[in-house]
């Protein structure tokens, strides 16, 4: 399963395409109001509306159960596909219990400390 947030209209029609022609694993795409729910009640399926949740304008996409095959062909289908650079992460045991907005927070922390390291 392929998790994606924060890409616009055409971005989203355009993964569905290439998901279409390359056989991608299903994809389910994370709505503003989805923030507080967690990584693993999103991939079951359910759809608890909380207003109110400020969540960052980045481009996600999440990987759930993937083999290393897998995710490497996706990711390169990705990177070459589209002319962005999304955050690109594998839910772990641990980041399945997460909320998505505290998943997204950690994530855009631990990007920009990767930032930092590779300046420095």
């Known amino acids: 399963m392929i998790l994606i947030y ?12 290439i998901a279409s022609e390359y056989n991608l694993p299903k994809h389910k795409i994370i ?9 693993r009640d999103i991939l079951d399926g359910l759809n608890l509306e909380v207003f109110n949740v400020d969540l960052p304008e980045e481009k996600i996409i999440l990987f759930n159960n993937f083999t290393d095959e897998q995710l490497k062909y ?10 962005f650079s999304p955050i690109l992460a594998v839910i772990t045991p ?16 631990e990007r920009e400390w990767f930032k930092k390291q590779k300046n420095k």
């Open 6 to 17: 924060g890409l616009n209209e055409q971005e989203s029609n355009a993964f569905k395409k």
């Open 31 to 39: 709505k503003n109001d989805m923030g507080k729910m967690t990584i």
């Open 74 to 83: 996706t990711i390169n289908l990705i990177r070459e596909t589209f002319d």
């Open 94 to 109: 641990t980041s399945i219990e997460w909320t998505f907005e505290n998943l997204l927070e950690h994530l855009i922390e």
